[in-house]
């Protein structure tokens, strides 16, 4: 590892990336955009598995005999604990001198830090398409770095230099996938988000700024992976996908939904293909759920189910977290999804520093209501984000009372969601050992 001011004096570049399930949209779009760049697009990309890493540096030096590999690791702060681990692992690698480590992602674009002191050379800051391109050829072609926008890195006296950010990308010039590499994934069909929930790391990382993916542009990648004999889904990434092509994010913009949607199912109706919107990887936001969304959906997709996110039945909490919609949308939501044959999975948090036992009540109130009506839940847990406003908090407890109910329905398969392993994880605390 180097400063940032130390050109790389590679013969033989290479890219690997820790390929966790958990990332693999980011990694995805990341070498997309690598392959669109002429002039790095050639240079070999490798993408182990978190546990095949360190075997798979180890044969690219000593097999393959690479001179200098640019390691990529995606970091959520959930995954901070681990790749802390690795750091610590690679800076005792013999070959260490020939590594250059790159970090991204939530975490590190809100905290660089966490990373930079821990062996980390270089974080990206942001969204990464632009910046990873830029990145990287200014290491092929033996350049400083220490200019470049997007990024963050410890100067020569250890302290942090964070470079102000690129401009936002137009998602229409770059593809959601790796495609040359056979790396498909659900396409981003919007990127930021301008509501600004105080849980929520979207703003911090992408902007207020709503971006959408154009209908002629979604179709054009739509044609393609209907292509592909081994892709029988096809799903998007969108922060509320009834609020696609809206100018105003929550209210449907209902001539671009149908056009980009029924586009799809153009080209899908001469297969067996199936087209799922509003599911996961997306959500839906409750005032955007409408008579007209969900016909457009009931009539060209083919889930039966959509996800949206509820977080609380405090309106209380509602307000305090900036959710922007009430209690009675979410019921509203709820009943005309029911008309369509929609089962809604609904998301819920608890522990906002600001809750009271009676707001977490509340909340369960609204779980058993929405459980009558078929819906399924979706329990989690708040986790302080970097970036965002509860980042230095400390979450409040679940009522012992509540934690029964929800543990007894966790047990009986009345709710889901990874709820009980935040709440571990967070009274455990998220920290960096000094």
């Not at 990336?17 to 760049?37: D, K, Q, T, W």
């Not at 995606?74 to 790159?102: A, G, I, R, W, Y």
């Not at 590190?108 to 990287?136: H, N, R």
């Not at 592909?228 to 809206?246: E, L, V």
Request: positive net charge; contains cysteine.
């Amino acid at each position: 590892m180097k400063s940032s001011e130390i050109p790389i004096t590679e013969e033989k570049l290479g890219i690997v990336f820790r390929y966790s399930r958990a990332n693999i949209y980011s990694y995805h779009s990341l070498m997309g955009a690598l392959e669109i760049s002429p002039l790095v697009s050639d240079i070999p990309i490798f993408f182990p598995k978190p546990e095949e890493l360190l075997p798979e540096i180890n044969r690219l030096l000593n097999v393959e005999h690479f001179t200098h590999l640019l390691i990529c690791i995606s970091v959520s702060t959930f995954q901070l604990q681990d790749v802390l681990l690795l750091l610590e692992n690679l800076k005792l690698h013999p070959k260490n001198n020939q590594m250059t480590v790159v970090v991204g992602g939530p975490h590190p674009s809100a905290k660089p830090g966490d990373l930079l002191y821990k062996g980390t050379d270089i974080a990206v800051v942001g969204e990464g398409e632009k910046t990873f391109q830029e990145l990287v050829l200014a290491l092929r072609n033996k350049n400083t770095i220490s200019q470049l926008k997007g990024i963050a890195f410890l100067d020569k006296e250890k302290n942090i230099q964070i470079q102000p950010r690129n401009e936002p990308i137009n998602l229409n010039e770059y593809p959601p996938f790796a495609p040359d590499r056979e790396l498909y994934s659900a396409i981003e069909i919007t990127r930021g988000c301008k509501f600004g929930c105080t849980y929520c790391q979207v703003p911090s990382l992408f902007g207020k700024s709503v971006r959408y993916r154009s209908p002629e542009n979604i179709i054009k990648w739509g044609k393609f992976l209907l292509s592909k004999r081994d892709i029988w889904d096809f799903r998007f990434i969108s922060p509320n996908a009834f609020g696609y092509g809206s100018k105003k994010s929550s209210e449907p913009n209902v001539k671009k939904l149908t056009k980009m949607l029924s586009g799809l199912h153009n080209l899908k109706a001469k297969n067996r293909k199936r087209i799922f919107f509003g599911t996961f990887p997306s959500e839906v936001r409750p005032e955007s759920v409408t008579e007209e969304t969900l016909r457009i959906t009931r009539e060209f997709c083919d889930n039966d189910n959509l996800t949206m996110g509820a977080q609380s039945g405090s309106s209380k909490i509602l307000a305090s977290i900036r959710r922007g919609h009430t209690v009675e949308q979410v019921l509203d939501a709820v009943e005309l999804a029911s008309k369509y044959n929609f089962t809604m999975n609904v998301d819920f948090i608890l522990g906002f520093p600001d809750e009271t036992e009676e707001d977490q009540f509340e909340t369960i109130s609204l779980c058993k209501e929405l459980i009558a009506k078929k819906s399924k839940i979706h329990m989690h847990y708040l986790i302080p984000l970097p970036g965002t406003k509860y980042e230095n908090i400390k979450p409040k407890s679940i009522s012992p009372e509540i934690l029964k109910i929800i543990r007894r329905w966790s047990n009986d398969g009345i709710i889901f969601g990874s709820w009980q392993h935040q709440y571990e994880k967070v009274t455990n605390q998220i920290t960096i050992k000094e």
